[in-house]
C-alpha cells in the first residue's frame, strides 16, 4: 500500500504557473505507475497527466503542451508543471497510484490516491 499527499495548490492568475507536488510513503515509489487527475465543481474526474515506472507519459489533450508530469523515484515525489494557466483548469487536482505498466487515463484504473489540493485559476 502507498499514501499520497499532495501540495502546491493555490489561487493564480490566468497565464501563470504552479507546480504541484505529490509525495508517496508506503511501499516504494518506484514500482507504480503515477498519475494527476482534476475534478471541477459539478463535473466528473478526469485525467489530466501519466507517468508509467520507465517514465513514458501521456497527457490529456487539453493540457499537452502547457502541463509537464515529471518523477523522482530517490525522493518518492511526482510532480506536475503548469504553465500558461486558464480559468478553466480551475479544479482539485489528485494523484493516484496504479499497479499497471501502462499509463491509464481511467479513474477506475487507480488503486491508492491522494486527498487533492485546489487550483483555482482567475480570468
Known amino acids: 500500500q502507498v499514501q499520497l499527499v499532495e501540495s502546491g495548490g493555490g489561487l493564480v492568475q490566468a497565464g501563470g504557473s504552479l507546480r504541484l507536488s505529490c509525495t508517496a510513503s508506503?511501499?516504494?515509489?518506484?514500482?507504480?505507475?503515477m498519475g494527476w487527475f482534476r475534478q471541477a465543481p459539478g463535473k466528473e474526474r478526469q485525467f489530466v497527466a501519466g507517468?508509467?515506472?520507465?517514465?513514458?507519459?501521456k497527457y490529456a489533450d487539453s493540457v499537452k503542451g502547457r502541463f509537464t508530469i515529471s518523477r523522482d523515484n530517490a525522493k518518492n515525489t511526482l510532480y506536475l508543471q503548469m504553465n500558461s494557466l486558464k480559468p478553466e483548469d480551475t479544479a482539485v487536482y489528485y494523484c493516484?497510484?496504479?499497479?499497471?505498466?501502462?499509463?491509464?487515463?481511467?479513474?477506475?484504473?487507480?488503486?491508492?490516491w491522494g486527498q487533492g489540493t485546489q487550483v483555482t485559476v482567475s480570468s
Open positions: 507517468i508509467s515506472r520507465s517514465g513514458g507519459t
Open positions: 493516484a497510484a496504479t499497479f499497471s505498466n501502462l499509463v491509464l487515463t481511467t479513474v477506475e484504473a487507480y488503486q491508492y
Open positions: 508506503g511501499r516504494t515509489f518506484s514500482i507504480y505507475t
